[in-house]
């Protein structure tokens, strides 16, 4: 019997989308490989502000230097082959003259890999591999969930109350998450200017970290992953009462703008402790896939409650790949 989940593959998913899911999921497997390498070869780099000796000093900057060459092979197949879709996205909107959603974090990408690759080759600077590859990693597990959610909402024929509401939500989510996003550029380059009147040496830091902020992806999975969950329900119960289908229009537009206004304010509530240079970019990318995450469970959790009714032979899982 047919098992449903809104991060499932559908059964009868398009061969173009199926080879697109699984490319996404080759890029989001070498993110977490190369992130977990690199940030093995950053501890030496933590280790400079401990008291030691001159001897130990000399003996951790050359191990510093080697590291940060290794760092930097492993970071670039992150950055131009997992980010690829991000490149794209990015040039594809400067193209149309608009800014997408792809644009501040190709300008997180580029702020924090350029300026690192530059100290590393000159022997001097900070360098912020470990955020860059951290950050491509977390931005895209929430990308992989959102296109599960994406497919999974398309799948079979789809309802039209579903459709016509997912259109309408998906506008509304669209317009708040682009000016959304204008907004947070805007404020990172006027703090990233008044950091670099005050103090140079933290200005780049300062605007990785708000620009990594300001990556809108809880707020574009919200509607897709709320659709999902309304379109495996009726799938997973093919009998679904009309009576029932107005309530289930109504909480899933409930879950979608509590997810899509709930990521906003994380990222209005976290954006002045960036600015004040109270957020590293690492952990900048850390909250970035908290509010992503959390989104998808809130979808999931709309899923289940439509479906808890269902045969015990309904409910496992299928396997995200």
Do not use: K
Not at 115 to 139: H, N
Not at 197 to 221: F, G, K, N, T, Y
Not at 299 to 308: E, I, N
């Amino acid at each position: 019997m047919q098992v449903y989940s809104i991060f499932a593959i559908p059964r009868f998913l398009d061969p173009a989308q199926r080879l697109l899911r699984r490319h996404m999921l080759a890029r989001l497997g070498l993110a977490w490989l190369v992130m977990m390498q690199v940030m093995m070869f950053a501890f030496p780099g933590y280790l400079r502000g401990a008291p030691a000796s001159a001897e130990d000093v000399a003996f951790l900057d050359s191990a510093v230097v080697i590291m940060n060459w290794v760092s930097l092979a492993l970071t670039l197949p992150v950055v131009w082959y997992c980010a690829w879709p991000v490149w794209q996205g990015a040039w594809a909107g400067l193209r149309q003259a608009r800014v997408s959603m792809d644009v501040p974090v190709a300008l997180g990408l580029l702020a924090a890999f350029l300026p690192s690759t530059y100290a590393t080759w000159t022997g001097r600077g900070e360098v912020y591999f470990d955020s860059v590859t951290m950050f491509a990693a977390f931005l895209l597990t929430a990308r992989y969930l959102e296109l599960c959610a994406r497919q999974a909402s398309e799948a079979g024929r789809m309802h039209p109350y579903i459709h016509e509401y997912r259109s309408v939500l998906g506008a509304r989510a669209d317009r708040i998450a682009t000016w959304f996003t204008v907004v947070q550029l805007v404020l990172t380059l006027l703090v990233g200017l008044f950091w670099h009147l005050q103090a140079p040496d933290r200005a780049l830091e300062v605007m990785v970290a708000m620009l990594v902020i300001s990556c809108p992806c809880a707020m574009a999975m919200a509607v897709p992953t709320a659709m999902a969950a309304a379109q495996t329900s009726l799938l997973a119960r093919p009998g679904y009462p009309d009576s029932e289908l107005y309530r289930l229009m109504q909480a899933t537009g409930r879950v979608a703008r509590l997810s899509l206004y709930g990521a906003m304010l994380w990222h209005v509530l976290m954006m002045p402790l960036a600015a004040a240079g109270w957020v590293q970019p690492w952990l900048a990318a850390l909250t970035m896939l908290f509010s992503s995450l959390a989104v998808a469970a809130n979808a999931w959790y709309l899923f289940r409650r439509q479906t808890r009714t269902l045969p015990a032979q309904l409910t496992p899982v299928m396997p995200l790949a």
